[in-house]
């Protein structure tokens, strides 16, 4: 079955750096692929996603690359404020979604 | 819209005792998920269903069963609590139009089983 890895767990960056977050897929087939935000106490929340067809995406300060060929995506996120402190997650689908460990993202003021 | 809701937020049972977890959606979703969030794992999908009067095991089932009662509601039973089921369980829905893979999560419940 599918399995999701996900780098850094734990990630501190300075206030405005950027801070990229990586995840490798071990199923060809999956096709779709998005990033989910989770502030404490609360659940999920889709930040941006991309499909197989697409190899970026841009959506203000977060951006999502995808290679294919190697199997690996990663979440970029430029000019980090404090309110980006929270856990990352990744996931892959073909048809249910695997997540990956997660990552606690700390933006220090 | 109220999203996906779920209930209770927080619940302490002890071992051997049994509970059922609640969840709705009010976005005319066709998918229901349930997932258990344990430190350092990520989300595990515990069962879901496709559609109204469909039910599928996921990465981890054992423990416990479900009931889609309808298409706004998926129920999660414990029927024996054990210790290990102590998690954080979130229900979560997607089929919406033009995004049918987008999965919106609910806030989340909080077990401790003693």
């Known amino acids: 079955g599918e399995n999701v890895e996900q780098h850094p767990s734990t990630l501190s960056v300075q206030e405005g750096d950027s801070a990229v977050i990586k995840c490798t897929y071990s199923?060809?087939?999956?096709?779709?692929f998005p990033w989910y935000k989770q502030e404490l106490g609360k659940g999920p929340q889709l930040i941006i996603d991309i499909r197989s067809n697409v190899g970026e995406k841009k959506d203000q300060r977060i951006a999502v690359t995808l290679n294919k060929t190697a199997k690996h995506f990663s979440l970029h996120i430029t000019e980090t404020q404090p309110e980006d402190s929270a856990v990352y997650f990744c996931?892959?689908?073909?048809?249910?979604?695997?997540f990956g460990q997660g990552t606690t993202l700390q933006v220090k003021p | 819209n109220a999203g996906v809701t779920q209930t209770p937020k927080f619940q302490v049972l002890k071992t051997g005792q049994s509970m059922t977890l609640q969840c709705a959606q009010d976005?005319?979703?066709?998918?229901m998920y349930w997932y258990r969030q344990d430190p350092g794992m990520g989300l595990r999908l515990i069962y879901y269903s496709a559609s109204e009067g469909t039910t599928d095991k996921g990465e981890v089932p054992n423990g416990y069963n479900v009931s889609r009662l309808n298409k706004r509601e998926f129920s999660l039973r414990l029927e024996s609590a054990a210790p290990s089921q102590t998690s954080v369980y979130f229900c979560?829905?997607?089929?919406?139009?033009?995004?049918?893979?987008?999965?919106?999560f609910g806030p989340g419940t909080r077990l401790l089983v003693l």
């Open positions: 199923d060809s087939a999956s096709n779709y």
């Open positions: 979560a829905s997607s089929g919406g139009q033009g995004r049918r893979e987008t999965q919106y």
């Open positions: 976005m005319n979703h066709n998918s």
């Open positions: 996931a892959a689908s073909q048809s249910k979604l695997i």
